[in-house]
């Protein structure tokens, strides 16, 4: 299965039909894969994978990028394994590391610092990814000067998406696009490539599976040119066991992007809060006011104190927010420095 274009970067002027224009379209398409592919020869890739208990489908993986990307190093991070793992991928031709605090987001923050390149492809290892996509993605990386480019996931067997999987994907996806901007189709895909100044200028913060939430939030939130492209997915290796648990991993996933959007979108979140609390708070306090405007007596003085305690919070909350709004300008504007800076 080929790969699609999921978002058309060159949009075509009205008054030319797609008839006329296919043939300057193929050419210019042809030319500037041709362009990127020559680039992309000059320049030093380097293969991620990181790995927990991948002993069953690893060597296919480092074979086979190895194969798809001669030039490539294939650098191996081993998880805290407790099977074979860096053995059978060192055997395979991989550079093997070792890291032992346990959880993908530690590991990518290793792999990030340690390994010096111009372009980085990230992948899982247990062979649910198409290896054969890899040269499309580092070429359409280079030939459209982006800083990232996505790789979106299709199945190619009903099994390769666990039960809930799929769903809980498109919930957060469809979450962080709508908090974010939909620019990417699959957030949480853990097949994409980067630029090396995207990677030295991503803090990595993350300690679990959230960290793939993370780098798409970095890249929407610094406006990077972000591109792309979609593969087939497969199903694991046999033998090979999915490390991600669909509810725990999905509860931490949607933790981490309620407390990104407080973090990088603070006055829209303590807005919320302040609507909330004044909801509530007019809520309990118009019954209390109506009696008092028939009576003149405060039948209900918890209430009313509730009410007014509930309001007071709302506009703290909401000052709050315009405050941390300004705090994460500057620390944006820090982010988006310190990424020109990087070359």
Known sequence: MGYRRLRSANPVCPEYSKAAMAPQLAAQVAASAHAARAEAVGKKVAVLIPCH?????IHKVVSDFHARLPAATVYVYDNASSDDTAQVAREAGGVVHCEPLLGKGNVVRRMFADIEADIYLMVDGDGTYDAAQAPALVEH??????DMVNCARIPAVDSAYRRGHEWG?????????????????????GYRVMSRRFVKSFPALSTGFEIETEITVHALELRVPVGELSAPYFDRAAGSASKLQT??????????????VKEERPLQFFSAIFALLAATSI????????HFMATGLVNRLPTAVLATGLMILGFLSLVCGLILDTVTRGRRELKRLLYLATR
């Open 247 to 260: 509810v725990r991993d999905g509860v931490r996933i949607l933790r981490v992007i309620i407390h990104l």
């Open 141 to 146: 990386l280079v030939a459209n000067g982006l």
């Open 53 to 57: 208990n991948e002993a069953a489908s």
């Open 283 to 290: 809520g309990l306090g118009i019954p209390v006011v109506a």
């Open 169 to 189: 994907n498109r919930l957060l996806s469809g979450l962080v696009a709508r908090v974010f901007g939909k620019r990417l189709t699959d957030m949480l895909s």
